[in-house]
């Protein structure tokens, strides 16, 4: 299971979840190239420890366990995957 990032962070893309990660699993950064172009930011489900570091450091509390995410943003559990798939 890994941590999933929902619509509050549409547009938001705050990076203090980026910073306190501790396996570097949520992209893009700031010094990524899609970064611009990203309306959102994605955890990686391959690379996450599930830690939850990252939840209590997201100004707009857009991240949860996949396992909790809110039924209105299931989409987003999907939506984090295939990110993942086309940048790799």
Not at 21 to 49: G, M, N
Request: overall charge negative; proline content about 9%.
């Amino acid at each position: 299971m890994a941590f999933i990032i929902c619509q509050p962070c549409i547009d938001a893309k705050d990076t203090a979840c980026v910073d306190a990660c501790p396996v570097d699993c949520i992209h893009p950064r700031k010094d990524e190239e899609s970064f611009e172009s990203a309306t959102q930011l994605y955890i990686d489900p391959q690379e996450c420890i599930d830690c939850g570091a990252c939840v209590p450091e997201c100004p707009v509390e857009a991240i949860f366990p996949e396992d909790e995410v809110p039924e209105k943003w299931h989409e987003y559990i999907e939506i984090n995957r295939l990110w993942y798939k086309g940048q790799k």
